[in-house]
C-alpha cells in the first residue's frame, strides 16, 4: 500500500503486519490517558482487537517533569485475537526526559522512539535526574529514534486561533496523536467529530488543527521508513464498542437489576480505582437507579444493607482499603442473611499503598476479612468483558442463596479497555426473586430445602415483622437466641448454604493438556496466563491452564483435576495467596509465582517460569 501527495508523487510505502504494540508516556498534565483513549477508540472502530493498559501516577499532581509525575497508556492492538496489551512496546511516543527515562527499558531492540525534542532543556533533564541528555549520550543507539519538534510545531499550527503560550502547549498531544495516526494508518474522523463535541471555541479548533498538523507533518516530512497497516481482526460477527473493566460491571448491575424487576441501589465511597463505577451509575436514574455518595466507608456499606432489608438489588463498590472497614458489617450482611453485592477493585497493599497500580492482594480479606465464621461467596473477573457477566452472576447468586456476595477485579481491569461484543439482552436468563407475602406460613428463617435461603420480606408488608440485627437468630424463628446448640447449627447453616452455590456452577475446565503441568490463575492474570499456556505448548510443553472465576466455593472436581497432573503453578499479583487456599484446601503441592510490582504479568515471564518448571520435573 502506498500513500499518495496530492500532486500524484508517491510519499512513502505501507508495509502490513499482524499486530502492534504502542505506548504513550508524558507528564501527567500532557494528556497521554486522552490520546491513548482516542488512539483506542480510533483502533476499535476500525476492526482491530486490542487491549489496553493506562498507567497513572499515584500523586494527584506530581511535579512536572519528574519520574514521579510519569503518566502512560500502552496499546495493544492486532489482526488477531489480543488477550494482554503486550509485553513490550514497539513504539514509544514520549513527551520529556522523565517519560523517556521510565520507559525506554520496556521497549524492544530496534524498537521506534518518537520523542519531543522542545522539552530536553538542561532543566528538564535535571528533573528527570538525568545527567546527559540521552539523545546524545548513544543510549538509545539501539533504537529507531524519530527526534520532533512537537511543543514548537503545536505553536505554529495553532498561532491564528490567538491562544497564549500555554494553551497552545496543551494541544500537542494532538499533533502526537496525529502522527500515530499516519503511522498506523488510523483515520482521523472519529477523533475529529469526539473534538468538536467535547470542547467549545477556539479549542475545538486549535485541537483539530493540530491532529491534522501532526499527520501532515508525518505524511509530508518523511520521517518514518514506512508506514505500517495492520488489517481488522476477524472478530465474532455483532456490534461492538471499547469498554473497560469499571463500565462493564455497572452496566452488568444495571442489567441484573432489571432482570430482578428491582430497584439498584448503590452506596459508596469514593475511591481509586473504583469510583468510575458510581459515576457511571449515577447517570442511569431513568432506570430507577439511586446512588448514595456517603460520608465513609461504613456509611456506605451500612445504607447498602438496609437498601437490601427494603428489597433493592445493593451493591456497594470499594478497594481494599475500604473493604478492610466494611469487614464488621459485611459481618452484619452475613448474618441477617440479605442479598447483597459487595464489589472490590483491587490495588496496591497494604495501607494506601499503590493506589494506582494493579495487584490481587485481597483474596485472603474477602475470603476471610470477617470476625466469626462469616462466609461469603467470592467471584474474580478475568477480563474488562467479563466484568459484566460476573457482576450479573454475583447479583444472581446473591438473591438466589439471600448473601453477600463479593466480586474481584482490579486497577488492570478496571481501567484497561477492549473491544466488547454487545450481548443481546433477551438472551440473558431473567434473575427470579420470590418476596414473602404470607403471614400464615411466613418464619424469617425458614429454610428453601435446595438453597438454605431464607425468605425475603419487605419492610411494611403486613404480618410480616420480625426482628433483624446482628444479634444470633433462632433457627426458623429469627428471635434473639444465645443457645449454644443453636449457634452451632446456624453457623454451620450458613457455611453449607454457601457450600451450595457450587451446584450452580460450571465443572472444572482445563484448556490444553491432561498431565504434565497445570497452570492455575483467578481474575485479570487470565489472558497472560492463557497467551503464555499457548506459547508453551506449541514450543513442545505439556502443559494444561485452569482459570478459576469462582474462588468462594470452588466448582466441582478440583481434587479430581489436580490429582491427573505432576505439577501445579499458581500465578498471582500477590505473594501466594490463591496458591495457600488450594494447598490447604486440596492438600496439593501447589508452587506459587508471584509478582507484586503494581504491573500485571508479561507472557514471556509466565513462558519462563513454565519452562523452568517443566525441565526440573
Known sequence: MQDVAQDGAVVSTRQIIDDVVVRFAGDSGDGMQLTGDQFTRTTAAQGNDLATFPDYPAEIRAPAGTLAGVSGFQVHFSSHHVRTPGDQP???????????????????????????????????????????????????????????????????????????????????????LGMTYWLFDRALDWTQNWIRTKFKAPYAEANLRALQAGYNYALTVELFHAGYEVPPAALKPGTYRNITGNQATALGLLVAAQKAGRPLFQGAYPITPASDILHLLATYKEFGVITFQAEDEIAAISATIGAAWGGAIAITSTSGPGLALKGEALGLGVI??????????????????????????????????????????????????????????????????????????????????????????????????????????????????????????????????????????????????????????????????????????????????????????????????????????????RCGHLHLRWLNPFPRGMAELFAGYDQILVPELNMGQLATVLRSTFLVDAKSYSKVQGKPFKVSELVARIQTMTSQA
Open 336 to 541: 441477617v442473611e440479605l442479598p447483597m453485592v459487595v464489589v472490590d477493585v483491587q490495588r496496591g497493599g497494604p495501607s494506601t499503598g499503590l493506589p494506582t497500580k494493579t495487584e490481587q492482594s485481597d483474596l485472603f480479606i474477602a475470603l476471610y476479612g470477617r470476625h466469626g465464621d462469616a462466609p461469603n461467596p467470592v467471584i474474580a473477573a478475568q477480563t474488562p468483558g467479563d466484568c459484566f457477566h460476573a457482576a450479573i452472576d454475583a447479583v444472581r447468586i446473591a438473591v438466589k442463596y439471600m448473601t453477600p456476595v463479593l466480586l474481584l477485579t482490579d486497577g488492570y481491569l478496571a481501567n484497561g479497555a477492549a473491544p466488547w461484543r454487545l450481548p443481546d439482552l433477551d438472551e440473558i436468563p431473567e434473575i427470579p426473586v420470590s418476596l414473602a407475602d404470607d403471614p400464615e406460613t411466613f418464619h424469617p428463617y425458614e429454610r428453601d430445602p435446595d438453597t438454605l435461603a431464607r425468605p425475603w420480606a419487605i419492610p411494611g408488608t403486613p404480618g410480616l415483622e420480625h426482628r433483624i440485627g446482628g444479634l444470633e437468630k433462632a433457627d426458623g424463628s429469627g428471635n434473639v437466641s444465645y443457645d449454644p446448640d443453636n449457634h452451632q447449627k446456624m453457623t454451620e447453616i450458613r457455611r453449607q448454604k454457601i457450600a451450595r452455590i457450587a451446584q450452580d456452577l460450571d465443572p472444572v475446565d482445563v484448556e490444553g493438556d491432561s498431565g504434565g503441568l497445570l497452570v492455575v490463575s483467578w481474575g485479570g492474570t487470565f489472558g497472560a496466563v492463557r497467551s503464555a499456556v499457548t506459547q508453551a505448548r506449541l514450543a513442545g510443553t
Open 90 to 176: 514497539s513504539v514509544l511516543v514520549a513527551m520529556n526526559p522523565a517519560a523517556l527515562a521510565a520507559n525506554v527499558k520496556d521497549l524492544k531492540t530496534g524498537g521506534l522512539i518518537i520523542v519531543n525534542t522542545d522539552k530536553f532543556g538542561a532543566r528538564d533533564l535535571e528533573k528527570a535526574d538525568l545527567t546527559s541528555n540521552p539523545l546524545e549520550d548513544g543510549s538509545l543507539d539501539a533504537y529507531q529514534v524519530v527526534p520532533v519538534q512537537l511543543s514548537n510545531l503545536t505553536k505554529a499550527a495553532v498561532q491564528e486561533l490567538g491562544l497564549n503560550t500555554k494553551e497552545a502547549d496543551r494541544c500537542k498531544n494532538f499533533f502526537a
